[in-house]
């Protein structure tokens, strides 16, 4: 079952002697509990790409379909919305809220939908994660891979339609990236959750179902 149609994206940033076309009519579709990885050098569109997919930024043209519905088609406050409920993102720097403990940073998207988190839920993903030992503990008092889970957890909780990671172990040591990866891999199978991750580690890359490649702003294989 498709879960995300991309078609004929293209992104472009300022005009004549500027212009800079970051992405150039990409088309593809990913599977409901696909795990797809995203690769490519420095500047080929890598993030431009999972930035439009996840609504963060608009296109110069195309369009992006999540579970059918036209995501450019919503307003901005709907598309927040839609992006807070329906698509979870993981980055390389965590972006944990510092005055929030593992719990709480957990529960973050739920509590700005007004929304509680069931307490059986809540020990299923520290469970998941292997937090539950650190689910008091602030981001300080965290290590690096743990703040990392601890931002996984976040974008799983919703139960969202796509999750979308960017360069999720960057910022890691190879040990806590191979515990990221394995965790990624277990939401993707045991919760059924849709991937996509960039990633410049070709390594890392192979533990995904599929490889798309991206130079200069175009897909090259993978479709």
Do not use: C
Not at 106 to 134: H, S, T, Y
Not at 171 to 191: P, R
Not at 203 to 210: G, P, S, T, V
Request: aromatic content about 4%; charged content about 25%.
């Amino acid at each position: 079952m498709e879960i995300l149609k991309v078609e004929n994206l293209t992104k472009i940033y300022g005009k004549n002697t500027t212009k800079v076309v970051a992405l150039d009519h990409v088309s593809f579709t990913v599977n409901k509990g696909e795990f797809v990885a995203i690769v490519g050098a420095s500047g080929s569109g890598k993030s431009t790409l999972l930035h439009l997919i996840g609504g963060v930024d608009r296109p110069t043209s195309g369009k992006v379909y999540i579970d059918g519905k036209d995501i450019f088609e919503l307003n901005d406050d709907k598309l927040a919305i839609f992006r807070r409920r329906q698509v979870g993102l993981i980055y390389q720097f965590y972006n944990l809220i510092p005055i929030l403990n593992v719990e709480e940073n957990i529960a973050l998207p739920m509590a700005l939908d007004n929304r509680k988190v069931d307490k059986k839920v809540m020990n299923e993903m520290l469970n998941l994660l292997g937090l539950q030992n650190r689910k008091d503990h602030l981001p300080n008092e965290l290590s690096g891979g743990q703040q990392q889970r601890t931002s996984i957890g976040r974008a799983l909780i919703t139960n969202p339609t796509i999750i979308l990671a960017d360069e999720p172990t960057g910022n890691l040591d190879t040990k806590s990236s191979d515990e990221v990866v394995a965790l990624l891999k277990k939401s993707n199978k045991e919760l059924k959750q849709t991937i996509i991750m960039i990633t410049h580690n070709m390594e890392i890359a192979k533990e995904a179902d599929r490889i798309i490649k991206l130079e200069d702003g175009k897909i090259v294989s993978g479709v």
